[in-house]
């Protein structure tokens, strides 16, 4: 338990996805430990949801880059300068 509330442990993060019906806009595919074999092992999950997991969305991208991120909108924006003037 985390707060009084009950929590799953995600083992890993499978699969990322631009979503605009969600806020935040950004969905993850979840595989979730002890639900092996059930219709509740996977599952879409937004970056909301995830704020304990920072870690495994770090290595998602590390492995994945290329997946949509909340970072790719800032790195290919064309109002965005990458390089100092």
């Given at each position: 338990m985390i707060d009084g509330e009950l929590e799953y442990e995600v083992v890993q993060i499978l699969n990322a996805k631009l979503d605009h019906y969600h806020k935040p806009p950004?969905?993850?595919?979840?595989?979730?430990?002890g639900y092996k074999g059930t219709d509740e092992?996977?599952?879409w999950l937004?970056?909301?949801?995830?704020?304990y997991a920072s870690k495994l969305i770090q290595e998602f991208y590390a492995q994945y880059f290329t997946k949509p991120g909340p970072f790719s909108i800032v790195a290919f924006?064309?109002?965005?300068?990458?390089?100092?003037n």
């Open positions: 950004f969905l993850y595919y979840i595989y979730w430990a092992e996977y599952s937004s970056t909301s949801e995830l704020s924006s064309p109002n965005t300068t990458l390089l100092p």
